[in-house]
């Protein structure tokens, strides 16, 4: 957002879950643990015509480094909540 000069919600981006302070880039494989919850991250979610719609240019951004985002598969569920750790399973 800061790269276009946007200030749209996060809800525009489509995103099931917003984390701050990790790097998803080349993260593939690799378990993410969220409270007690755990994802493995299957790969990256590629940003789509919506992004443009929602600010122009922020579809480009978005596609370096993973901006976008990632997808994967839960291995535990559970609740999730605002200031759980978040952390990688090395």
Do not use: H
Request: charged residues 25%; aromatic residues 6%.
């Amino acid at each position: 957002m800061v790269q276009v000069g946007a200030t749209l919600p996060p809800s525009i981006r489509r995103a099931n879950l917003l984390l701050s302070g990790i790097r998803l880039v080349n993260s593939r494989k690799r378990i993410l643990c969220i409270g007690t919850c755990r994802i493995r991250i299957l790969g990256e979610t590629k940003p789509c015509e919506r992004m443009e719609e929602a600010f122009p240019g922020l579809q480009k951004a978005m596609y370096p480094e993973w901006a976008g985002g990632a997808f994967g598969e839960v291995l535990d569920d559970g609740e999730i909540a605002v200031g759980d750790p978040v952390r990688w399973l090395e």
